[in-house]
């Protein structure tokens, strides 16, 4: 799977969207973005995904760019129960016997 | 939605002493399932890939005789960590995919994982 890069932590207001950036540089052809989030003391959570077309659920929008090369995940209205490491991974679609592969991750802390 | 159940979600032990984990698919059947590790302020580690009904598949510099895995259904792996000590107090995650189609055929779901501390 190709290698994320994202910042190590970031502060959102409250209320607020918060922006995610993901560089992925290296990614091929048939690899998605993957975004999951982890809260403090508790398994990862899944938030989305997508190709190369922008995606949207109800927990978050996901902007790929053109050559696919960085991603964005926004949260368009940041609560405080946003603050968590979020985790940007590439890897095949429906490589279910394949495990993901975390990086570092970017720590939110969403502020009142 | 795909639900996975870890049990316990904290555990306390005795040094010396083994300590089981196990993780459940609640609503689907998982054929592969996969055990995390996560020291503080770390980002989580895979330890094995967990297959049902054969021996599962270690990463490198996990001893597979001290994390023993049994996946003996479709429902269930566990986890037992043998003869613990207070260096393997961490916090333990599975997760597994629901290869029954739709959104979760693409998704891995994650336990909400098991905090052991060997004291």
């Known amino acids: 799977d190709a290698k994320t890069t994202q910042p190590t932590s970031m502060d959102c207001a409250e209320g607020r969207a918060a922006n995610l950036p993901c560089n992925h540089s290296t990614i091929s052809g048939n690899e998605y973005v993957y975004w999951y989030r982890q809260i403090h003391s508790q398994g990862p959570q899944y938030i989305i995904h997508g190709l190369k077309n922008n995606e949207t659920n109800e927990m978050a929008s996901l902007i790929i760019t053109e050559d696919r090369k960085s991603s964005t995940l926004i949260l368009p209205h940041a609560t405080l129960r946003d603050t968590a490491v979020y985790y940007c991974i590439v890897r095949v679609l429906n490589s279910g016997n394949t495990p993901l592969v975390f990086g570092k991750g970017t720590r939110l802390s969403v502020i009142a | 939605g795909a639900v996975v159940s870890q049990h316990p979600s904290w555990v306390i032990c005795k040094s010396g002493t083994s300590v089981k984990i196990e993780c459940r698919s609640l609503?689907?059947?998982?054929?592969?399932m996969f055990w995390y590790r996560q020291f503080p302020k770390q980002s989580l580690m895979l330890m094995a890939t967990?297959?049902?009904?054969?021996?599962?598949?270690?990463e490198q510099g996990v001893e597979k005789d001290k994390f023993l895995i049994n996946h003996a259904s479709l429902t269930l792996s566990t986890l037992t960590v043998t003869s613990a000590h207070p260096e393997d107090s961490s916090f333990y995650i599975c997760s597994a995919r629901d290869g029954t189609g739709g959104t979760g055929a693409n998704v891995l779901t994650f336990g909400a994982g098991s905090r052991l501390t060997v004291l």
């Open positions: 609503d689907f059947q998982a054929t592969t």
């Open positions: 967990s297959n049902e009904g054969s021996k599962a598949t270690y």
